[in-house]
């Protein structure tokens, strides 16, 4: 059963008690921050590490929370930068013991120069859960990571919107969640046709872009979102 929705991309506009009370709301509801150092990375979906910081003290223990980590910075959580670079993979471990619960590492394995190793001895020596990103470049990740605190998220979108053509099965042993074009619009035809291939196991649901006005994550997207699919979640 799907027994957890993440609404990926709380910002600087973000009304973070509007957040708090959505999570108390809906206690299946995880929201996530994006963290990138890459430059190209400039649009409002990405804080400056200061407001993210902001961001987790104010939400720690009243909603649940994930980091997505994005470009330079994924590297960074998986091996020592060298002193004084900022957003330190230090930094994002003190993020983790500030109330992240999560973190998904988006890279492309084939492209990123890093190995199974460095990946999986970074994922088993932080106390949080780490996702990565499942689609056919990142297939040796999902297969070859052999930590216990390892989930894999179905997104060949890649937080462009487009909608999956069909789920797979959750990955055996692993806690699974799936991605791709959902949003206020479908939100219950894609719950539906996900809990239609999963059994018995417990999954996750991930939304981006969908869920975004002008840009801004937009939390009335995200209520609408929530109270749809709350009869159908376990």
Request: aromatic letters at 8%; one cysteine or more.
């Amino acid at each position: 059963m799907i027994n957890l929705c993440t609404f990926t991309g709380v910002d600087s506009r973000t009304d973070l008690g509007r957040v708090a009370e959505l999570s108390a709301a809906y206690p299946f509801l995880e929201f996530g921050v994006l963290l990138s150092r890459t430059p190209e990375d400039k649009d409002p979906r990405y804080p400056v590490f200061s407001e993210i910081e902001r961001i987790v003290e104010i939400l720690a223990g009243k909603s649940k929370l994930a980091l997505h980590v994005c470009g330079r910075a994924v590297g960074e959580f998986v091996r020592e930068p060298e002193a004084g670079t900022a957003f330190a993979g230090r930094d994002i471990e003190a993020l983790i013991e500030a109330g992240i619960g999560r973190v998904q590492l988006n890279f492309n394995f084939e492209r990123a120069g890093l190995s199974l190793g460095e990946l999986d001895a970074a994922i088993r020596r932080t106390q949080a859960h780490v996702i990565t990103q499942h689609f056919p470049s990142n297939n040796a990740v999902t297969c070859g990571i052999t930590a216990p605190n390892h989930h894999v998220l179905y997104d060949a979108s890649g937080g462009r919107g487009v909608v999956a053509d069909g789920y797979a099965r959750p990955f055996a042993g692993k806690y699974t969640g799936y991605a791709g074009g959902i949003g206020p619009e479908n939100a219950v035809d894609r719950a539906t046709a996900i809990q239609a291939v999963i059994g018995a196991e417990s999954v996750w649901i991930d939304m981006e872009n969908r869920i975004r006005t002008d840009g801004y994550l937009d939390l009335g997207k995200c209520e609408t979102v929530a109270a749809s699919i709350a009869p159908i979640l376990g």
